[in-house]
Antibody, heavy 123, light 107 residues
Framework: EGQLVQSGPEVKKSGESLKISCKGSGYSFTSYWIGWVRQMPGQGLEWMGIIYPGDSDTRYSPSFQGQVSISVDKSVNTAYLHWSGLQPSDSAMYYC????????????????WGQGTLVSVSS | DIQMTQSPSSLSASVGDRVTITCQAS??????VNWYQQRSGKAPKLLIH???NLETGVPSRFSGSRSGTDFTFTISGLQPEDIATYYCQHYDNLLVTFGPGTKVDLK
């Protein structure tokens, strides 16, 4: 079945950098895409981008292109979301989620989710 | 970019009621619309994939359908544990769009 475990909550100041993580286990980590989703307080889900751990192929939502970077270290089955200069508007819950490969049925879903990482940024 | 509109934004219903949520796409595309449930303080959970396919282990009171660019999600007999926010999600060539969500609570 599998599991995605995210790093713990973060409290940062404006301008600081941050990298949060998402570690996969119990499945073939390099065979599934990992996506990142933002949820601001009281708001809906926003897709940020997605990476394929097998070859590091990465795509970003136009809304987040240039604002964050997504990377992966397949030697430790972990995907990352990185900010080089946080803003208070980055305060949110961030989820990683797994997407099956290919184009068949269920290939468009996020079928396994991490528990979320809460990021708080003060000015 | 494809935009997803979702209605209603919130609803109140009684236990046993039939609940219907609609997502509409800004342009026509395939059946790549999925539905998720997010309970308060929890991560989203996949319920329906490819418009109408029930995810394994999900109760059969949940269902989905498509008519043109309109996608419908139905709970046929609301249960107390169904109180949550529901999101549609579209996928096209590695671009993902979530609908704004529908909050369902008990009347």
């Amino acid at each position: 079945e599998g599991q995605l475990v995210q790093s713990g909550p973060e409290v940062k100041k404006s301008g600081e950098s941050l990298k949060i993580s998402c570690k996969g286990s119990g499945y073939s980590f390099t065979s599934y895409w990992i996506g990142w989703v933002r949820q601001m307080p009281g708001q809906g889900l926003e897709w940020m981008g997605i990476i394929y751990p097998g070859d590091s192929d990465t795509r970003y939502s136009p809304s987040f292109q240039g604002q964050v970077s997504i990377s992966v270290d397949k030697s430790v089955n972990t995907a990352y979301l990185h900010w080089s200069g946080l803003q208070p508007s980055d305060s949110a819950m961030y989820y990683c989620a797994r997407k099956p490969p290919g184009i068949a049925s269920r290939a468009t879903v996020f079928d396994l989710w991490g528990q979320g990482t809460l990021v708080s940024v003060s000015s | 970019d494809i935009q997803m509109t979702q209605s209603p934004s919130s609803l109140s219903a009684s236990v046993g009621d039939r609940v219907t949520i609609t997502c509409q796409a800004s342009q026509g595309f395939s059946n790549s619309v999925n539905w998720y449930q997010q309970r308060s303080g929890k991560a989203p959970k996949l319920l329906i994939h490819d418009a109408s396919n029930l995810e394994t282990g999900v109760p059969s009171r949940f269902s989905g359908s498509r008519s043109g660019t309109d996608f419908t999600f139905t709970i046929s007999g609301l249960q107390p544990e169904d109180i949550a926010t529901y999101y549609c999600q579209h996928y096209d060539n590695l671009l993902v769009t979530f609908g704004p969500g529908t909050k369902v609570d008990l009347k």
